[in-house]
């Protein structure tokens, strides 16, 4: 009898461990999704007026195309600021700087990194 409560209490801590990074997984799958409608919505991000980013259609041409992001900025955070605040790096830029002008909140710029991390 105690050996079988054992059992299951075993079964239902593993079932929650899993139902747990399962959910962890999905989190960054959507942030990433919703990073990516984010980046491509016309009155927000509207990253393609400028950029070629895979998977979006009509995009400008007079950004440098958005790829291997991980080998461009190994520290994610210098992605973000980028996003944030392109004059920071530029103060000629025509990257509207995103978050510091309030044209997408922090948690829709995170999504954005998210997403733009992932290329
Ligand atoms: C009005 C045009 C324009 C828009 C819109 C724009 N960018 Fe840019 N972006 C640029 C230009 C131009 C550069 C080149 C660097 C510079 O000007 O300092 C750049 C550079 C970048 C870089 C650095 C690329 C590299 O290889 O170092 C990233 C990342 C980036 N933009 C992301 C975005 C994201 C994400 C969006 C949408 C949320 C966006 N940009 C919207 C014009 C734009």
Not at 2 to 19: D, E, N, T
Request: aromatic fraction near 6%; charge should be positive.
């Amino acid at each position: 009898m105690m050996m079988r409560k054992l059992i299951s209490s075993g079964v239902a801590v593993a079932g929650m461990v899993m139902v747990m990074a399962g959910s962890s997984v999905a989190m960054a799958a959507s942030s990433i999704d919703e990073g990516k409608a984010i980046a491509f919505d016309k009155k927000k991000g509207n990253c393609l007026a400028c950029h070629r980013i895979e998977g979006g259609r009509m995009a400008g041409d007079i950004a440098p195309p958005i790829l291997l992001m991980k080998v461009r900025y190994p520290d994610k955070k210098a992605l973000r600021d980028q996003i944030w605040d392109a004059t920071a790096a530029n103060p000629n830029t025509v990257m509207p700087p995103f978050g510091r002008h309030h044209i997408l909140s922090d948690a829709e710029v995170d999504k954005v990194t998210d997403f733009i991390y992932s290329l």
